[in-house]
């Protein structure tokens, strides 16, 4: 069962009556007793909290641990996801673990300002190891990833950031880019990707206009181009009569 004297939010059990998989959303968890989040005998399960905040202090303002301990068999897993709490208060014995995740948003931007959907977006944690694979969308940011940023053991914790962000195009209208992040919150990244010049633009308008000028003018020529963002510079040929 749920919910024990001396705890903010304690596993009591076993039996089957335990609950073996719970989610938390928006979950304020203040003014425990002993512990702000505990387990008792309670085996084989796994709780999730979402977008919660797991305060540490007793009602007397006195620092209290989030204990995930006193179990015998079974592994007891907890999975905190854009969850607040304070980590020195955190004990784990060798039946429980502790995964820490945070939410990840990429947004694709090109060097003119514009949002690029479709680029390709895959997130590599520490080890290299691919862990997300996705897309950008029509407004050129990605869903919601679930990544995590370390495991905790009785071992200690198994960090899985730094994190390296590749971004490509499959047509290669765009060059590849990366970008490296430490992921301890939840995050919105931006990364910019730089148009290839896969079409030849074209010059749809030059000013001025073909008239005569006199020895020593000062002449300003502009042009209007089919396709600019990836155009670095123009090269312009004058050809003068011959004296």
């Known amino acids: ?24 959303i928006n979950c304020n968890i203040i003014n425990g007793y002993d512990e702000a989040l ?3 005998s309670a085996d084989n399960f796994h709780d999730v909290f979402v977008s919660s905040n797991l305060t540490t202090l007793d009602r007397d303002n006195n620092d209290v641990t989030i ?4 179990g015998s068999s079974g592994l007891r897993k907890w999975h905190f996801i854009n969850t607040t709490f304070n980590q020195s208060d955190v004990t784990v014995d060798s039946f429980s673990n502790l995964n820490v995740s945070w939410y990840l948003e990429v947004h694709a931007n090109s060097t003119t300002g ?13 080890s290299n190891v691919l862990i997300k694979n996705t897309t950008t969308a029509s407004n050129g940011k990605t869903a919601f990833m679930n990544i995590t940023e370390y495991v905790e053991t009785s071992a200690g914790k198994s960090y899985q950031t730094n994190l390296t962000i590749n971004l490509s195009s499959s047509d290669n209208s765009y060059s590849n880019a990366n970008a490296s992040i430490n992921l301890t919150s939840s995050t919105f990244k931006t990364i910019q990707i730089k148009g290839n010049d896969i079409s030849t633009p074209t010059i749809q308008s030059l000013l001025p206009k073909i008239t005569t000028y006199s020895a020593g003018d000062s002449i300003t020529i502009g042009a ?13 040929d004058i050809n003068l009569p011959d004296g």
């Open 1 to 24: 069962a749920v919910g024990a004297s001396g705890a903010g939010l304690c596993r009591r059990g076993p039996g089957d009556s335990d609950f073996r998989q719970s989610y938390f």
């Open 38 to 40: 505990a387990t008792s």
């Open 114 to 126: 514009d949002s690029i959907s479709n680029i390709n977006v895959q997130v590599y944690n520490s």
């Open 224 to 236: 209007n181009i089919s396709d600019d963002r990836t155009v670095d510079y123009a090269n312009i």
């Open 67 to 70: 204990l995930f301990t006193s």
